[in-house]
């Protein structure tokens, strides 16, 4: 083993502690607020998160991936208009211009929870962790809620997110 001067492990922590600063600058410039999971019935396989994204940075950021111990698959996705009909989608990133938000709500682009561990009850907290384009990632704590879709509109009362099946 090569003997390391003092000058050498200096530059090195230096370094890295650069990198780290870095990577923790990059990721605090993603804030999430009114993060939540759709309590779902203890029989459903699937349940959606929602929450708004405020990118506080100077360039552009996007969610490329997000996990979650509470279920098998975290995907993204969105509602599409396919003949009329609102269908869901799973999409490779979820875009969070500079200085702009994106809102992840019922209807609209959300986080898929796939294949649950455990049941959800409404005051129950799920952790997920959110991956950037920049590889760095952002976890959270989303508490259970009951979600009501206003309209109706959305595949009956639960927006296509309450039964065990999510076709695609």
Do not use: C, K, Y
Not at 42 to 53: G, H, I
Not at 59 to 71: I, M
Not at 96 to 122: K, W
């Amino acid at each position: 083993m090569l003997p390391l001067s003092l000058p050498f492990l200096r530059t090195a922590l230096a370094g890295l502690a650069l990198t780290l600063a870095s990577q923790v600058v990059l990721a605090q410039s993603l804030a999430v607020e009114n993060a939540q999971v759709r309590a779902v019935p203890p029989v459903s396989t699937t349940s959606a998160a929602f929450m708004v994204l405020t990118n506080h940075g100077d360039g552009d950021l996007a969610v490329v991936e997000a996990h979650s111990p509470a279920a098998e698959t975290t995907e993204l996705h969105n509602h599409v208009d396919v003949d009329g009909v609102m269908q869901m989608r799973r999409v490779d990133e979820i875009g969070v211009p500079a200085g702009a938000s994106t809102e992840l709500a019922p209807g609209g682009l959300h986080l898929m929870l796939i294949d649950l561990v455990a049941p959800l009850h409404e005051g129950d907290e799920v952790e997920i962790t959110l991956v950037l384009d920049s590889g760095e990632s952002l976890e959270l704590t989303a508490p259970v809620r009951r979600i009501e879709v206003m309209g109706g509109g959305m595949h009956g009362q639960d927006g296509g997110h309450g039964g065990g099946h999510h076709g695609h």
